[in-house]
């Protein structure tokens, strides 16, 4: 009896410690396996430019580790190019816009027809507050035509003058200046939390000239004759404009006006325009 007694106990013994070591191992397991899965189920997300933190929870259907793809795309979207077209009419001032409208009476012409077409492409993009705060540099064209009523112009070499040619049946009589334009574009969100589609742009706008032409087309003895000349017409060879522009979703209207002098010859020639502009 005591034999049986003896090996029963000692069996028991054996029994408790395989138990412990078997439980012991199963914790560290679970432990083991509870801090892995953690670590796939809470994720330390570092953005170096913006030192941003992101913690993403278990529960969320979501790429952890998709933070490579999310700042490609930030990446391509600041590289992305965008492109605008504005048509408006152009009117001639005295002087700057900002000491009023007063019309420029030295140069007689027709005030709904003329026009200023611009076209930009903008290549690069920088965030200055998130999403509604940026800058964008670009490149483009512009074309200002000034359609003039019944005058003919003659061009000399230290000046031009308009002359009234009421006796000539005029066909075609426009002034027209191209130029290859840099804009510098500020652009923000009025009220981020309330709208965001509604957007306000400021553009410095420089003016390289390349051309001007102009076209002097009449009839005179039943005989078409047509006058066409090239020259820079006295404009200067640079200027800077302001632009406002204020958009809803992709279209807007705009006001624009420089802020130097473009003409050599007329001192206190300024212009202004206003219109439409889409942007893509």
């Known amino acids: 009896m005591t034999r049986y007694c003896h090996i029963s106990m000692k069996y028991t013994l054996y029994f408790f410690q395989k138990t412990f070591v078997f439980s012991t191992n199963f914790i560290f397991l679970l432990l083991v396996s509870t801090t892995i899965n953690a670590q796939f189920?809470?994720?330390?997300?570092?953005?170096?430019?913006?030192?941003?933190?992101?913690?993403?929870?278990?529960?969320?259907?979501?790429?952890e580790w998709g933070f490579?793809?999310?700042?490609?795309?930030?990446?391509?979207?600041?590289?992305?190019?965008?492109?605008?077209?504005?048509?408006?009419?152009?009117?001639?001032?005295?002087?700057?816009?900002?000491?009023?409208?007063?019309?420029?009476?030295?140069?007689?012409?027709k005030?709904?027809?003329?026009?200023?077409?611009?076209?930009?492409?903008?290549?690069?993009?920088?965030n200055i507050k998130k999403q509604y705060l940026k800058v964008f540099l670009g490149i483009g064209f512009e074309k200002k035509k000034?359609?003039?009523?019944?005058?003919?112009?003659?061009?000399?070499?230290?000046?031009?003058?308009?002359?009234?040619?009421?006796?000539?049946?005029?066909?075609?009589?426009?002034?027209?200046?191209?130029y290859l334009t840099v804009p510098i574009n500020l652009s923000w969100v009025l009220?981020?939390?309330?709208?965001?589609?509604?957007?306000?742009?400021?553009?410095?706008?420089?003016?390289?000239?390349?051309?001007?032409?102009?076209?002097?087309?009449?009839?005179e003895n039943n005989i078409l004759n047509q006058q066409n000349i090239r020259n820079d017409f006295f404009n200067t060879r640079y200027y800077l404009d302001g632009n406002l522009t204020i958009i809803w979703n992709k279209i807007g209207i705009y006001f624009q006006t420089n802020f130097s002098k473009y003409s050599n010859l007329y001192k206190d020639l300024f212009n202004y325009s206003y219109g439409i502009t889409v942007c893509i």
């Open 68 to 109: 490579e793809k999310e700042l490609l795309e930030n990446k391509d979207d600041q590289n992305l190019v965008r492109l605008s077209f504005s048509l408006g009419n152009m009117q001639l001032n005295y002087k700057s816009i900002i000491n009023g409208i007063v019309q420029y009476n030295e140069i007689d012409y």
């Open 191 to 219: 009220f981020p939390k309330q709208n965001k589609r509604l957007k306000t742009q400021f553009v410095l706008i420089n003016h390289l000239l390349l051309t001007g032409k102009s076209k002097f087309h009449f009839t």
């Open 41 to 63: 189920s809470d994720t330390i997300k570092f953005k170096l430019k913006q030192s941003k933190v992101l913690i993403v929870s278990k529960s969320l259907d979501q790429d």
């Open 146 to 178: 000034l359609v003039l009523n019944q005058q003919e112009l003659s061009l000399y070499s230290d000046t031009m003058i308009f002359n009234n040619s009421n006796q000539k049946d005029i066909s075609k009589n426009i002034l027209t200046h191209n």
């Open 111 to 126: 005030k709904l027809n003329s026009r200023s077409l611009s076209i930009n492409a903008y290549l690069k993009s920088f």
